[in-house]
């Protein structure tokens, strides 16, 4: 028994130090790592500290690039959607007049078949009566002169 116990102590004295081997190598795996990215984040923002202004002046230069690139592909979609607006603005204008030829031609139609008389009908007739109210007027004035020459002659 005591042959036992000293093979499970043995085993895991050997376990514990492998553990303890392979816990102190993840600390320095992860010391390591921790140091590099340090010394690599100190190398690039040297790098860019030195191309700093470069880099900056690039941003600009794309930037402008894209503000002109933006500009003129709105400017060319105003220019298609004013033309596009422009074209339906004539067809409903073409529309209107079409609508008011065809109810102007409905209506007249509708008239025409009640018997109402159009506008130059009715001019037309309050020319003609004009003209006999003043043919009407010179034979009452042609009476009026007629009677008086003959109540003057049967007086005479």
Do not use: C, Y
Not at 54 to 65: A, H, N, P, Q, W
Not at 80 to 87: D, G, I, P, S, Y
């Amino acid at each position: 028994m005591a042959e036992q116990t000293e093979k499970v102590v043995e085993n895991v004295h050997e376990n514990g130090a492998n553990i303890f081997s392979r816990v102190g190598d993840f600390a320095v795996k992860t010391l390591m790592v921790g140091l590099g990215t340090v010394g690599f984040a100190q190398d690039e923002f040297k790098k860019f500290w030195e191309e700093g202004g470069s880099f900056v002046g690039k941003l600009e230069d794309r930037g402008e690039t894209m503000s002109h690139s933006g500009r003129d592909h709105l400017n060319m979609h105003r220019d298609n959607l004013n033309t596009r607006v422009e074209t339906r603005q004539g067809q409903v204008k073409d529309l209107g007049t079409k609508a008011n030829e065809s109810f102007d031609k409905a209506s007249g139609v509708v008239l025409n078949r009640a018997n109402v008389p159009t506008s130059e009908e009715v001019q037309n007739l309050s020319k003609q009566i004009s003209s006999l109210n003043r043919k009407v007027d010179k034979l009452l004035e042609e009476q009026k002169e007629l009677a008086a020459a003959e109540v003057a002659q049967d007086e005479a």
